[in-house]
């Protein structure tokens, strides 16, 4: 696609209730990133997809954390028995080639309230 | 490691006056710079970028110049407009690693 794209934009759910997010990376962009951001802060990286692989996961915060992608694409991220400290907007980044050294594109991100 | 350090925000000012973000880095290779941009409710969007020393990047009148004897990516604009009030992230990459490294962020808030 022309951008990358994330769905939902906004999530509520109830806590301890399982969450899905979903990122449609820029067609050929063969690295994907997410971030977390928390109300007012900077960005917290969370993992890292080179194609399928992720080569770097050190940024999940807890084992109710877990993400794939599939055919090189579509990366999804679920938290599982979610609390309302997982509250935050989940930005997706996407990036041509092994190295960030062309930048990286942006979603507009997915809003996730616990309540 | 490689670090990125920006002023605190947020930076208050008025319609028109002149804007300047600190950005400066550590890193031990030859780093291309970005400044990205955050509006409310939106995701980052890349503003400019420079690949290497002296180079200048530019766009929307932003402007920012890359110094590798001061090791600094400073943001500037000459006549900032209410429609500039974001958040002005700085970030650096090199072509070994694979993650952009972020600075914290400055929230810029432009008054009428």
């Known amino acids: 696609g022309a951008g990358v794209s994330q769905s939902p934009s906004n999530k509520v759910t109830e806590k301890g209730k399982d969450v899905e997010l979903r990122c449609d990376p820029i067609s050929g962009h063969t690295a994907l990133y997410w971030y977390r951001q928390s109300l007012g802060q900077g960005l917290e990286f969370l993992i890292y997809?080179?194609?399928?692989?992720?080569?770097?996961k050190s940024g999940l915060p807890s084992d109710r954390f877990s993400a794939e992608r599939t055919g090189g694409s579509v990366s999804t991220l679920t938290i599982q028995r979610t609390q309302q400290e997982d509250s935050a907007v989940y930005l997706c980044?996407?990036?041509?080639?092994?190295?960030?050294?062309?930048?990286?594109?942006f979603g507009s991100g997915t809003r996730l309230t616990v309540v | 490691g490689d670090s990125v350090t920006q002023m605190e925000g947020p930076v208050t000012l008025s319609e028109e006056a002149f804007l300047t973000i600190n950005c400066t880095y550590t890193?031990?290779?030859?780093?291309?710079l970005f400044w990205y941009v955050q509006y409310p409710g939106e995701g980052l969007q890349l503003l400019l970028k420079?690949?290497?020393a002296d180079d200048k990047g530019s766009n929307k009148g932003f402007e920012a110049t890359y110094r590798k004897e001061t090791t600094s990516f400073h943001l500037e604009k000459g006549s900032v407009q209410v429609s500039d009030s974001a958040v002005y992230f700085c970030?650096?990459?090199?072509?070994?690693?694979?993650?952009?490294?972020w600075g914290a962020g400055t929230k810029l808030i432009i008054k009428p």
């Open positions: 890193a031990t290779g030859y780093p291309s």
């Open positions: 980044a996407s990036s041509l080639g092994e190295t960030a050294n062309y930048g990286y594109t």
């Open positions: 970030a650096l990459s090199d072509l070994t690693n694979y993650q952009l490294i």
């Open positions: 997809f080179q194609g399928n692989s992720a080569p770097d």
């Open positions: 420079a690949t290497k």
